[in-house]
């Protein structure tokens, strides 16, 4: 079964820090585009970071860029979003998403084009 799993999502205080994960299953991350997206409630899904699987190259939304960092261990099978300096605003359901090797980052962060989706972790900052 193709799957990704999120993981560490919770609470954290205004201007502080949290790393999700990404675990996937039945098939290697290697080979997919890997991104992050959130979807607080009553707003659209927004894609928050992408990065291609071969040339290193990176997509960030204006709303999280510097703040946030995509990274991915192929090892591990498994993909990271480093979440910084983190505001109310950015409480909302985050979701990891793999798309196939010839999607650009744009395509896949802008236009949500996507082969598998995880079912999503809260993320909540408040004080």
């Known amino acids: 079964q193709l799957q990704l799993v999120e993981s560490g999502g919770g609470l954290v205080q205004p201007g502080g820090s949290l790393r999700l994960s990404c675990a996937a299953s039945?098939?290697?991350?290697?080979?997919?585009?890997i991104g992050w997206f959130r979807q607080a409630p009553g707003k659209e899904r927004e894609g928050l970071s992408c990065?291609?699987?071969?040339?290193?190259?990176?997509y960030y939304a204006d709303s999280v860029k510097g703040r946030f960092t995509i990274s991915r261990d192929n090892a591990k099978n498994t993909v990271y979003l480093q979440m910084n300096s983190l505001k109310p605003e950015d409480t909302a359901v985050y979701y990891c998403?793999?798309?196939?090797?010839?999607?650009?980052?744009?395509?896949?962060?802008?236009?949500?084009?996507?082969?598998?989706w995880g079912q999503g972790t809260q993320v909540t900052v408040s004080s």
């Open positions: 990065a291609s699987s071969s040339d290193g190259t990176t």
């Open positions: 998403a793999a798309a196939a090797w010839s999607t650009t980052v744009q395509a896949m962060c802008v236009l949500a084009t996507t082969d598998y």
């Open positions: 039945g098939f290697t991350l290697d080979y997919y585009v």
